[in-house]
């Protein structure tokens, strides 16, 4: 996901209004049937609150078309949401004005107001931008949680984004995201799509956004009829869409020139009329006779399903395969709910009678994902995209990074007048990200002189034990304490003459991170091993064995240096293509082991023999994020030339 999510915001002390979806069921009596969709935005609401941050919620409920309407307030789901979040909430009874203005004015960190159902105003669905302006004005930032929603360019999904500087993704959005989005276009394979429903023309989109991914489609429920009778299978009185039949014989030819498959019933439950007292009884055989219509899969289908689930790797299932909401025709759809539950694949749901038949049949817990959005996962795995999405704020490309080892070079005196110098020249610099990461013995002077500078500086190295008998080590506290930012980790230098190897490098990059320090780690081969061509073996085990264990969150803050070790200090620098060449292995490594939109944020550095003359051109590469330069960054002028040439990129 490109863009911007709810923990990349800094909420402390900050006003966050987030748009959740407490559009809950209600009985005749108003009372609340479900809370799913109010417990399913508990985690987006503590993330910010554990945080400092104070959460203003909205929400619709109900089709209120722009009345007051008594029992569409938002009181009960006020009520409910106390409960989940085991906190006291302050429920308002408008949701702008000065009076909610000034509620919003007397919150304190770790506070939580509800406002109104936000639909008691026309300009909701009107998208008014007075309205959206005035929501805004409530809030620093904005957060849409409310996926099931986002389909819908309404005020408080887009319009109000336009008047915030930061929208981003609640948890629950960047999950319905990750899995309807990322998990269906780069499925694990095999890619098994079961889709069922009343009709084709429903599904038309889906099937052409999808067919080039898909390994097999399973079709069942009332679209199955209008494919079978388009193969000129009779089909009784079941429901077929007669316009149709041309559609989905192309939807079968094109599966078929696509070599993917598409299983249609072999067997069906039948039925003399359309109503939870007909008669039905199991049709053995692909055809229906007439004064007949087919309800439900039968069990020879339902065994046919069943050897495609068990091969599949992920699993996308949307719409019944019979009438699910007459009971005696349930059985299909609930079948294959237990069968997905106890399938190995990635098991994405959208839909929601196919969900209802998750919820009916317990098996929630044993399923990936069941999206929260009807018309809106709809729309997403049709590949459109949803304006409440579009409406966020993008996450900032890789900025360049430039930092200077060092190494154990420089006396005090010299090392103040290299600090001063290239503070001096590069101030306003705003493009890039500088660091200088001196000797221990200087630490404290870049504490002091870059106190009010945007230049970061840290060590060349840490253990990993925060405090104790561990003669000559210092401690990711230590660095801490004297207002480090980076650590340098696995530094070719360090591997040679000290053999630090990749578990103990492990061990120092977990610490750094726990303490907040944001690692450096440098991988790369020796010219024995390139000369070998084991260049890429050599970093991809560096690679994993320094990342074991590291979280999808944490890999985020760490930096990745290639430093071909035959390239350092030795004035031989690899050319900007062979270096390009290993940063795209690299990236792609991260992408396995994490996911591409990971790798594609993490910042990736070249490091050996870096100066101001070869800087351009490595960093045009487009995998190169930036430098770590050794000699090179030890002379004021060259070091910020060097700095200037990448500012300027
Ligand atoms: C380094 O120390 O990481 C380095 C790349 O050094 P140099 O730029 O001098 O090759």
Redesign the pocket.
């Known amino acids: 996901m490109n863009k911007l999510s709810v923990r990349d915001l800094d909420v402390k002390g900050k006003r966050i209004l987030i748009r959740t979806d407490f559009n809950v069921p209600l009985d005749k009596k108003g009372e609340i049937i479900d809370i799913i969709r109010i417990t399913s935005s508990i985690p987006t609401i503590k993330n910010v609150i554990d945080r400092g941050g104070r959460a203003i919620l909205i929400s619709h409920l109900g089709r209120a078309k722009g009345e007051v309407i008594e029992g569409l307030r938002m009181n009960k789901v006020a009520e409910k949401l106390e409960v989940a979040l085991g906190k006291k909430i302050k429920k308002l009874n408008d949701c702008i004005g000065t009076s909610v203005e000034m509620s919003v004015a007397g919150m304190k960190d770790g506070d939580v107001i509800l406002l109104e159902n936000v639909r008691f105003y026309n300009e909701e669905e009107d998208n008014d931008p007075e309205f959206a302006q005035k929501l805004a004005k409530l809030c620093d930032y904005y957060v849409n949680d409310a996926f099931s929603v986002s389909h819908r360019a309404h005020a408080s999904v887009v319009g109000v984004t336009k008047f915030v500087s930061k929208a981003a993704a609640g948890l629950l959005m960047e999950k319905e995201i990750k899995y309807l989005g990322q998990a269906v276009q780069n499925p694990k394979r095999p890619f098994l799509v079961i889709l069922g429903g009343s009709k084709v023309s429903d599904k038309i989109e889906i099937f052409k956004h999808l067919l080039h991914k898909v390994d097999t489609f399973l079709i069942g429920g009332g679209m199955a009829y209008t494919f079978l009778k388009s193969q000129g299978i009779l089909t009784g009185d079941s429901l077929v869409e007669k316009d149709k039949l041309d559609v989905a014989n192309e939807i079968l030819e094109n599966v078929k020139k696509n070599h993917s498959k598409i299983i249609l019933p072999v067997d069906h439950i039948i039925a003399d009329e359309f109503s939870k007292t007909a008669n039905s009884r199991v049709q053995d055989e692909k055809s229906i006779p007439d004064g007949w219509r087919g309800m439900d899969i039968g069990p020879k289908t339902i065994e046919l399903f069943k050897k495609e689930i068990e091969k599949a790797n992920t699993i996308l299932w949307n719409g019944p395969v019979g009438v699910y909401e007459l009971p005696q025709f349930k059985n299909g759809t609930i079948a294959l709910a237990k069968l997905l539950a106890e399938s190995k694949a990635t098991t994405i749901i959208g839909g929601g009678d196919s969900a209802a038949a998750i919820h009916d049949s317990n098996v929630e817990d044993k399923i990936t994902h069941i999206s929260t959005g009807g018309g809106a996962s709809l729309e997403f795995l049709e590949g459109k995209s949803l304006p409440g999405i579009e409406a966020l704020s993008d996450i900032e490309g890789r900025k360049i990074f430039i930092a200077g080892?060092w190494?154990m070079n420089t006396l005090q005196k010299d090392a103040r007048i290299l600090i001063n110098g290239i503070k001096e020249k590069t101030d306003g610099f705003k493009n890039i990200d500088i660091a200088f990461i001196p000797p221990y013995t200087h630490l404290f002077l870049m504490q002091d002189i870059l106190k009010d500078s945007n230049i970061k500086f840290g060590a060349q190295n840490m253990y990993f034990e925060e405090k104790g008998a561990y003669t000559g080590e210092i401690s990711p506290l230590m660095l801490k304490d004297l207002g480090c930012t980076y650590v340098i980790i696995g530094?070719s230098e360090r591997r040679k003459y000290f053999n630090e190897n990749d578990e103990l490098l492990n061990k120092k990059i977990k610490s750094a991170l726990k303490h907040g320090l944001f690692p450096i780690y440098?991988v790369g081969e020796t010219q024995e091993e390139r000369d070998k061509n084991l260049h890429q073996k050599v970093v991809e085990k560096q690679l994993i064995n320094g990342l074991t264990g590291i979280t999808s969150d944490e890999i985020k803050k760490i930096t990745i240096?290639y430093?071909p070790v035959w390239?350092?200090?030795?004035g031989k620098n690899a050319t900007p293509e062979q270096a390009e060449e290993m940063h795209k292995f690299i990236r792609n490594r991260i992408s396995v082991i994490y996911d591409e939109e990971i790798s594609s944020n993490v910042r990736i550095q070249y490091?050996?023999?870096?100066t101001s003359e070869n800087v351009a051109d490595i960093l045009k590469q487009e995998n190169i994020d930036g430098a770590?330069?050794?000699?090179?960054s030890l002379k004021i002028d060259t070091f910020s030339d060097l700095l200037k040439i990448a500012n300027n990129l």
Not at 567 to 570: D, M, V, Y
Not at 628 to 632: E, K, N
């Open positions: 080892n190494k530094h440098c240096a430093e390239a350092i200090g030795t490091g050996g023999s870096v770590l330069v050794g000699g090179a």
